[in-house]
């Protein structure tokens, strides 16, 4: 059991403080609730861009990284479709500079146009980079609008096109930073060597004065059931032919989403899952291939994914996946096969809460899903899951008609 206290500042922030007396160090953690699912469809890559900005200087800090590095922490950041999280780790004795720093970035940006000018150089050479010049990079780009006809979930991350962040101007993310960044709209983590009462005074000295803000109500257009197969056949400049098919599945705190989560380790979970002995170690029809999914909040994608041998046809490769699908369709799995893959979910849960890190991240995730607590019942979730709830849960989402294919050719 992860024990943690929780308390809400006047202003909406909400603050989990986590007490661990085993470390010498402290974790904060800023999770906001906006990501790239929250931007307008005509000005993508916000969130992102923010991640890069948040480190710009705000209005009294010119540099982040500086104050914090001479405390003797180090930092980081990460934007998904769902959410944005910033957090730190410094001595314990230390943790009011992170206090100092992290309530400067929340109570406003410095907004300089040469910031502006310095990270959207960055994130546009990264889009370059990563999703334009380099292999498969823009695969899932394709995917993503291939599967999603209406939620925002059809582009990526790091934006749909490269134009919408080179034209971002400074009115654009000011107005973006005001609507999303608020306290109202963030949860602050700390744990580590730290008590609550600290905490407590902390967080109303250096955030109780920012302004609330106003929440954030998300109302975002709902993916309708997909009832045609969707197929893209295109050709690149690649080494190795690459499918990949998708299939739309259960958003995160609904049942499904556990069975599909142990379905995808069933097929597609490392060496001896059912995928990877079958179509890579045995026929050797592929040089890698993978199942799994995003974990995304809303309803999200199971994948397969490969890289096809060479000389393997397309329609091979295909047929062979459709063999694999059929057959746990049509009978349950066993219950050691089942068990086993639960076994390796515990394990992969046990060992991200051995660090204070990943447990301040936990906490922050599960609160913006709605309950901190649910971290604590999260296991008995899978362990609830049944063969025969998997049995049907391939049924019903392995459907033709409920699929997207990418066929992603060499040249």
């Given amino acids: 059991m992860i024990q943690y206290d929780r308390f809400v500042l006047d202003n909406g922030l909400r603050v989990l403080v986590h007490e661990d007396n085993a470390t010498p160090m402290?974790?904060?953690?800023?999770?906001?609730?906006?990501?790239?699912?929250?931007?307008?469809?005509?000005?993508?890559?916000?969130a992102h861009l923010f991640e890069h900005l948040m480190f710009g200087g705000s209005v009294n800090i010119p540099?982040?990284?500086?104050?914090?590095?001479?405390?003797?922490?180090?930092?980081?950041?990460?934007?998904?479709?769902?959410?944005?999280?910033?957090?730190c780790q410094l001595p314990a004795e230390n943790i009011e500079t992170a206090f100092w720093l992290e309530s400067d970035r929340m109570l406003?940006?410095?907004?300089?146009?040469?910031?502006?000018?310095?990270?959207?150089?960055?994130?546009?050479?990264?889009?370059?980079?990563?999703?334009?010049?380099?292999?498969?990079?823009?695969?899932?780009?394709?995917?993503?609008?291939?599967a999603y006809t209406t939620h925002p979930y059809r582009w990526m991350t790091i934006g749909k096109?490269?134009?919408h962040v080179e034209n971002a101007t400074i009115d654009d993310v000011r107005n973006f930073f005001f609507k999303h960044y608020r306290p109202v709209n963030a949860i602050l983590v700390v744990a580590g060597n730290v008590k609550t009462d600290h905490i407590k005074r902390l967080a109303e000295k250096w955030f109780g004065p920012i302004a609330m803000g106003d929440k954030y109500i998300r109302n975002l257009p709902q993916e309708p059931l997909q009832n045609e197969a969707r197929k893209l056949s295109i050709e690149a400049a690649v080494p190795l032919d690459a499918f990949i098919k998708t299939w739309h599945m259960d958003a995160r705190l609904e049942k499904g989403y556990y069975a599909a989560d142990l379905l995808t380790e069933v097929l597609g979970g490392g060496g001896s899952s059912r995928l990877y002995q079958s179509l890579v170690k045995e026929q050797k029809l592929f040089s890698n291939l993978d199942c799994h999914h995003f974990g995304s909040m809303d309803a999200g994608l199971v994948t397969i994914e490969g890289k096809l041998v060479k000389g393997v046809s397309m329609?091979?490769?295909?047929?062979?996946?459709?063999?694999?699908?059929?057959?746990?369709?049509?009978?349950?799995?066993?219950?050691?096969?089942?068990?086993?893959?639960?076994?390796?979910?515990?394990?992969?849960?046990?060992?991200?809460?051995?660090?204070?890190?990943?447990r301040a991240n936990s906490l922050a995730m599960y609160e913006l899903m709605g309950d901190a607590s649910l971290m604590n019942t999260e296991l008995n979730k899978y362990r609830e899951i049944t063969p025969?709830?998997?049995?049907?849960?391939?049924?019903?989402?392995?459907?033709?008609?409920?699929?997207?294919?990418?066929?992603?050719?060499?040249k």
């Fill in 108 to 146: 406003s940006l410095a907004f300089s146009e040469k910031s502006l000018s310095v990270q959207r150089k960055v994130v546009s050479e990264e889009f370059k980079e990563h999703y334009l010049n380099k292999p498969y990079g823009d695969m899932w780009h394709k995917m993503r609008q291939l």
């Fill in 315 to 358: 329609q091979q490769a295909e047929q062979a996946i459709a063999i694999e699908i059929e057959k746990v369709q049509e009978k349950p799995i066993g219950e050691a096969e089942l068990q086993k893959v639960i076994n390796k979910t515990e394990s992969v849960i046990a060992f991200e809460d051995m660090s204070v890190m990943s």
């Fill in 26 to 46: 402290a974790v904060v953690n800023l999770l906001y609730d906006v990501g790239a699912r929250d931007e307008n469809p005509a000005q993508t890559g916000f």
């Fill in 161 to 163: 096109e490269l134009s």
């Fill in 63 to 87: 540099d982040y990284d500086e104050p914090l590095q001479r405390a003797g922490g180090d930092n980081n950041a990460y934007t998904t479709n769902d959410l944005t999280n910033y957090y």
């Fill in 388 to 410: 025969d709830d998997i049995h049907q849960y391939s049924k019903k989402i392995f459907r033709e008609t409920n699929s997207n294919t990418l066929y992603y050719n060499a």
